[in-house]
């Protein structure tokens, strides 16, 4: 009978290591089925965003451009159901286009768990007042703990809500 030594060939460092290789391979694989098992699929979030209140903070110039800090007061309907606070720093170029930077922390509920949601915004105004809005989740506290996504809104600035889409995931 030959030996199991001489049968899987090498030397013994060898045999160990291709040993250690492999009990890495099954613990890595492991750890992915764990780790894919607690995590919730990509969900489909729409609804809308309604300005509520509006104040101007501060309004400067910086070269051609018109400056404007706003504290902007939203409710959000659908998937994200709540109320939040936006803090909006407006840029309106001399042709009248504005950029939208914001941060935005609403008190919302998701699937039926509250918690707050802190949103990273970029946006535009255009020429023919359509709002354009990619919403990043940056943080989420509460039962929303986990909570990540986007959300994007394109309408009419002067319409009484604007539609959000987007995908999330609630661990």
């Known amino acids: ?3 199991a030594g ?9 045999k160990l290591t291709r040993l250690a290789l492999i009990a890495a391979g099954v613990a890595a694989a492991s750890v992915m089925m764990i780790s894919s098992a607690t995590a919730s699929p990509k969900q489909t979030a729409t609804g809308t965003i309604a300005v509520t209140a509006r ?22 309907t659908g998937t994200f159901a709540g109320t939040e606070v936006s803090l909006v720093h407006n840029v309106t170029s001399p042709d009248g286009s504005q950029d939208l930077t914001v941060t935005s922390s609403c008190n919302c509920t998701v699937e039926g768990r509250t918690g707050t949601v802190t949103f990273s915004e970029r946006g535009t105004i255009d020429l023919n007042g359509i709002i354009t809005v990619r919403r990043k989740i940056i943080d ?3 039962g929303l703990e986990g909570l990540r996504g986007t959300l994007y809104a394109s ?3 002067a319409a009484p809500a604007q539609n959000y889409t987007g995908r999330y995931e609630l661990d």
């Open 6 to 14: 001489s049968r899987f060939g090498g030397s013994r460092s060898f």
């Open 1 to 3: 009978m030959q030996q």
């Open 155 to 157: 309408d009419p600035i």
């Open 55 to 76: 104040t101007l903070v501060l309004s400067y110039r910086s070269g051609n451009d018109v400056v404007r800090e706003l504290e902007v007061h939203r409710t959000l």
């Open 140 to 142: 989420a506290t509460g």
